[in-house]
Every structure is written in structure tokens, then in C-alpha cells.
């Protein structure tokens, strides 16, 4: 089952792919006559529109938040990595200030 945040969001997607297929139906509706396409115009912003649809909702909700867990993953590893780089200069100068205070 989907989560409230990842069902928003389909959601939300599917208002703007029908909103923007219903401007433009808007829009060809009235060139049909004008072009003399017939209905070609219209079914394929409806077709387009649908099989639009069908992606957003068929859309695994487990290789997103799979995908955001690798990511978390990969991130913390990088950061993990960059303490480990941080520290071991914050060593290394350390022993080279010591060094010249010895050697004054």
C-alpha cells in the first residue's frame, strides 16, 4: 500500500496530465473542423493523457523508496568517507605542527 505521500503525489500527477490534456482538447477541438484531421487530434490527447495515467499509477512504490533508501544509503556512506579524509589530514597536520615545534 502507498503512502500518503506518494499517494499525493500520483495524485497531484494526475490532475496536472488532465488538466493540461483538458487546455488542450480546449484548444484542437475547434481546429478539428479548421484542419479536417477528424478526431485524431482529440484521441490522441486523450490516448496520451491515459496512458500517461496508466505510468504514474503503475509506478512500483517499492523501487521509489527503494531508489530514496539507496540514496540515503550512498549518501551517509560519502559523508562517512569525508570524516574519514577529514580526520586523518586533522592527524597528519597535527604530527607536522608538532614536528616544527620540536624542531624550534
Known sequence: ?????ETDIRVSATGKIWGFATGMLAICIPLVPVTRSG?????????GAAISTVA?????????????ANRIKN???????????????EIELQRRIRRLDTED
Do not use: G
Not at 485524431?40 to 490516448?47: E, F, Q, R, W, Y
Not at 504514474?56 to 530514496?68: E, F, G, I, Q
Not at 549518501?75 to 589530514?89: M, N, Y
Open 39 to 47: 478526431p485524431i487530434l482529440p484521441l490522441a490527447v486523450v490516448t
Open 1 to 5: 500500500m502507498a503512502s500518503n505521500s
Open 56 to 68: 504514474v499509477w503503475r509506478s512500483s512504490d517499492n523501487d521509489a523508496s527503494h531508489n530514496l
Open 75 to 89: 549518501l551517509e556512506q560519502r559523508v562517512a568517507d569525508l570524516e574519514t579524509i577529514c580526520s586523518s589530514q
